[in-house]
């Protein structure tokens, strides 16, 4: 029996494909507003982001740093060491499959002509 660890405890994931456990892990790191702001100033930036983000989020550096470690860990960005800092930056590969997984799941529903409900 195959299980994830997450939020709110053990959850059986052999019931879903590998597909929809790798999408819910990456949009679960995407439900903190901490989270998108650090995303939206990697990608404002179009470089890696090395120190910035304290003084730019307005947050202490070790909550900075868990959040950096989430979205890491969800695989949305990459790190790197220059020096003694670490530097961060989009996963392309992952940012995209994202993108794509999402695209998929808004595009299979027809809401506009729905008479359900």
């Not at 052999?14 to 790798?22: G, L, R």
């Not at 790191?29 to 650090?38: N, S």
């Not at 020096?83 to 392309?92: E, R, V």
Request: a negative charge; aromatic letters at 4%.
């Amino acid at each position: 029996m195959r299980y994830t660890n997450v939020a709110m405890g053990l959850t059986k994931t052999e019931n879903y494909t590998e597909a929809q456990v790798d999408l819910s892990k990456m949009v679960k790191v995407l439900g903190h507003p901490a989270r998108i702001a650090i995303l939206q100033s990697i990608i404002k930036t179009e470089s890696c982001v090395c120190g910035d983000l304290v003084t730019e989020i307005g947050l202490a550096q070790s909550t900075i740093s868990q959040h950096l470690k989430e979205l890491k860990s969800a695989g949305l960005i990459q790190g790197t060491i220059e020096g003694t800092s670490m530097c961060y930056c989009i996963n392309p590969q992952n940012w995209n499959k994202l993108k794509e997984e999402l695209l998929l799941l808004f595009n299979s529903a027809n809401c506009e002509d729905s008479d359900c409900c």
